[in-house]
């Protein structure tokens, strides 16, 4: 290694030797000629550039033999130089030294580097350009290995993380690094060593924690899809059948989110209509026997069945159907669904398709516009609400309660859970089922309308049921269980039980995921004003 590293010092000094032997021959021949205008080293050095740069002026000009042979090789010199330095130019112009120059003027920028440039990146980049006009974005490829240029300022530069990390140094605001294709960050050979890197990385996947290593973040596009269509298409009080066809990583996502969040109120009852293969849904989340009903309809409890026969002979349950939801995997299978229902059976209720393109007149969900945003992959917004009902939790209980950055990955999630109700919280404070959007004037009035509506002790009971149930809900998911003491590795807690049997302390425990709609309120109100 050392050899390779010492022979280009060694030929540039040789260069550099028969480049001075060359002058000392020229100012020799030419300093006792009394019509030459080169009489010293000086002279000579000038004459060789102007002579090696194509220039020429034609101020000094050797006149002996030696001279001129001397002048000869100059001449001969240039014309290589100057082919040279234009190929160089023309290399370092379309190659990916030029980007990388450029991005050196940019390093107290926000980054944003892109393994590949897929749909799902450019719609992601492109949404995080319209919420940050000052972030750079990086495509770890050509541009003539794409089919569409997107149409906002961008770099294509084939190069590694680890070469762009290099790049950024320790300099300026965040590096993060996406990872688009499904499990890419276990196949590409971009992402080696990605762990040790200071940025921070965001891969999609099929499955797997929120976390992976210090600085490696997973995201789920189906759970994407399954948190967004939930509050943009929320549970109304007046639907009590909710029936899915197609149980595969959407379907089961939108389950997943449904058991999490749709918790109205104690008397509201849900019983959800699987069509699809359930797999190990039921051996997996065990525990939700506990609390709903499982394979049986229930008025006194939400329930959950799985059909193994067809949706097609199960004309009944259609027809008395609140919601019809298809969320096939397979796009084309569930448009194939869509117009049988359409042309052949009796719906009362509303029909949804999963369609990653917008469909006009047709009530459709799973746009890849509406799920590739930065508040579902990076979710910036989901995990600042989080932190602060972690801060307002520890105000209230702190000798026994730990930062955020001290939290296990498990009760990230478990506040996370809490902050996706937060929705579903203003909807019941504001009696408002449309609700779909958090500002800071919906905030204020819901969060009167708790104070309010707190005085009397009936209501604040209520709301204490509906956070206790949500509560369950997560724990049971999760395959907890009722036990002494709180234990994460036993999965017990004494509070996994039913409301009539906490102790008022216990009762009180989740007041805090309400009274967090005031710090939302302030946060807010000081982001306007800043």
Same mark, same amino acid.
């Given at each position: 290694?050392?050899?390779?590293?010492?022979?280009?010092?060694?030929?540039?000094?040789?260069?550099?030797?028969?480049?001075?032997?060359?002058?000392?021959?020229?100012?020799?021949?030419?300093?006792?000629?009394?019509?030459?205008?080169?009489?010293?080293?000086?002279?000579?050095?000038?004459?060789?550039?102007?002579? %090696?740069?194509?220039?020429?002026?034609?101020?000094?000009?050797?006149?002996?033999?030696?001279?001129?042979?001397?002048?000869?090789?100059?001449?001969?010199?240039?014309?290589?130089?100057?082919?040279?330095?234009?190929?160089?130019?023309?290399?370092?112009?379309? *190659?990916?030294?030029?980007?990388?120059?450029?991005?050196?003027?940019?390093?107290?920028?926000?980054?944003?580097?892109?393994?590949?440039?897929?749909?799902?990146?450019?719609? %992601?980049?492109?949404?995080?350009?319209?919420?940050?006009?000052?972030?750079?974005?990086?495509?770890? %490829?050509?541009?003539?290995?794409?089919?569409?240029?997107?149409?906002?300022?961008?770099?294509?530069?084939?190069?590694?993380?680890?070469?762009?990390?290099?790049?950024?140094?320790?300099?300026?605001?965040?590096?993060?690094?996406?990872?688009?294709?499904?499990?890419?960050?276990?196949?590409?050979?971009?992402?080696?060593?990605?762990?040790?890197?200071?940025?921070?990385?965001? !891969?999609?996947?099929?499955?797997?924690?929120?976390?992976?290593?210090?600085?490696?973040?997973?995201?789920?596009?189906?759970?994407?899809?399954?948190?967004?269509?939930?509050?943009?298409?929320?549970?109304?009080?007046?639907?009590?059948?909710?029936?899915?066809?197609?149980?595969?990583?959407?379907?089961?996502?939108?389950?997943?989110?449904?058991?999490?969040?749709?918790?109205?109120?104690?008397?509201?009852?849900?019983?959800?209509?699987?069509?699809?293969?359930? *797999?190990?849904?039921?051996?997996?989340?065990?525990?939700?026997?506990?609390?709903?009903?499982?394979?049986?309809?229930?008025?006194?409890?939400?329930?959950? %069945?799985?059909?193994?026969?067809?949706?097609?002979?199960?004309?009944?349950?259609?027809? *008395?159907?609140?919601?019809?939801?298809?969320?096939?995997?397979?796009?084309?299978?569930?448009?194939?669904?869509?117009?049988?229902?359409?042309?052949?059976?009796?719906?009362?209720?509303?029909?949804?398709?999963?369609?990653?393109?917008?469909?006009?007149?047709?009530?459709?969900?799973?746009?890849?516009?509406?799920?590739?945003?930065?508040?579902?992959?990076?979710?910036?917004?989901?995990?600042?609400?989080?932190? !602060?009902?972690?801060?307002?939790?520890?105000?209230?209980?702190?000798?026994?309660?730990?930062?955020?950055?001290?939290?296990?990955?498990?009760?990230?999630?478990?506040?996370?859970?809490?902050?996706?109700?937060?929705?579903?919280?203003?909807?019941?404070?504001?009696?408002?089922?449309?609700?779909?959007?958090?500002?800071? &004037?919906?905030?204020?009035?819901?969060?009167?309308?708790?104070?309010?509506?707190?005085?009397?002790? !009936?209501?604040?009971?209520?709301?204490?049921?509906?956070?206790?149930?949500?509560?369950?809900?997560?724990?049971?998911?999760?395959?907890?269980?009722?036990?002494?003491?709180?234990?994460?590795?036993?999965?017990?807690?004494?509070?996994?039980?039913?409301?009539? &049997?906490?102790?008022?302390? !216990?009762?009180?425990?989740?007041?805090? *995921?309400?009274?967090?709609?005031?710090?939302?309120?302030?946060?807010?109100?000081?982001?306007?004003?800043?």
């Amino acid at each position: 290694m050392k050899k390779k590293r010492r022979l280009p010092i060694a030929i540039i000094l040789v260069i550099i030797f028969l480049y001075i032997t060359l002058l000392l021959l020229l100012m020799r021949a030419e300093a006792n000629e009394p019509l030459s205008s080169i009489d010293t080293f000086i002279d000579a050095l000038w004459y060789s550039v102007a002579t %090696l740069t194509t220039v020429g002026y034609g101020d000094i000009t050797p006149v002996t033999p030696v001279g001129r042979a001397v002048g000869t090789v100059f001449v001969l010199l240039s014309t290589g130089i100057l082919v040279t330095l234009i190929s160089t130019l023309l290399s370092f112009l379309t *190659s990916e030294g030029f980007p990388l120059f450029r991005l050196s003027f940019l390093k107290r920028k926000d980054w944003y580097y892109f393994a590949d440039a897929s749909p799902e990146s450019i719609t %992601l980049a492109g949404q995080i350009l319209r919420s940050e006009p000052h972030a750079v974005i990086i495509y770890g %490829l050509r541009k003539n290995q794409i089919a569409e240029t997107p149409d906002y300022p961008c770099l294509f530069i084939n190069a590694s993380p680890e070469r762009i990390a290099q790049v950024k140094g320790n300099i300026g605001n965040q590096c993060c690094v996406f990872f688009m294709k499904e499990n890419d960050i276990g196949v590409n050979t971009k992402a080696a060593n990605i762990s040790r890197l200071p940025v921070k990385v965001y !891969a999609r996947t099929v499955s797997g924690e929120e976390k992976l290593s210090g600085n490696i973040h997973f995201f789920h596009s189906y759970e994407c899809c399954a948190r967004e269509y939930w509050r943009q298409k929320p549970l109304l009080h007046r639907e009590h059948r909710i029936v899915l066809l197609g149980f595969g990583h959407y379907g089961e996502a939108l389950l997943k989110y449904a058991i999490l969040t749709n918790v109205l109120s104690p008397d509201h009852h849900v019983a959800y209509h699987i069509f699809g293969t359930p *797999s190990h849904f039921l051996d997996i989340h065990e525990n939700l026997k506990f609390l709903f009903s499982v394979q049986e309809e229930a008025s006194d409890r939400d329930s959950i %069945l799985f059909h193994t026969s067809s949706w097609t002979a199960n004309h009944e349950l259609l027809a *008395s159907a609140d919601r019809v939801i298809i969320c096939c995997d397979d796009e084309q299978e569930g448009w194939d669904m869509f117009w049988h229902l359409r042309r052949y059976y009796r719906i009362s209720g509303r029909i949804d398709l999963r369609s990653s393109r917008f469909i006009p007149d047709v009530s459709h969900f799973g746009v890849t516009e509406s799920i590739y945003t930065p508040e579902h992959v990076l979710r910036t917004t989901l995990n600042q609400v989080a932190i !602060a009902m972690n801060d307002l939790y520890r105000n209230h209980h702190p000798q026994n309660a730990l930062n955020w950055d001290s939290l296990s990955d498990y009760l990230r999630q478990s506040k996370i859970s809490a902050s996706e109700h937060l929705f579903v919280k203003v909807r019941i404070l504001l009696q408002d089922e449309t609700l779909t959007l958090l500002t800071p &004037e919906t905030l204020s009035l819901a969060y009167a309308a708790y104070q309010r509506n707190i005085q009397d002790k !009936a209501c604040l009971d209520l709301y204490r049921q509906i956070e206790h149930l949500r509560w369950l809900r997560f724990y049971l998911y999760h395959n907890w269980s009722r036990g002494p003491i709180h234990s994460q590795t036993l999965r017990q807690d004494p509070r996994l039980c039913p409301y009539e &049997e906490l102790t008022p302390q !216990a009762k009180a425990y989740g007041d805090y *995921s309400w009274e967090l709609l005031s710090e939302l309120e302030l946060k807010s109100a000081e982001h306007s004003n800043a």
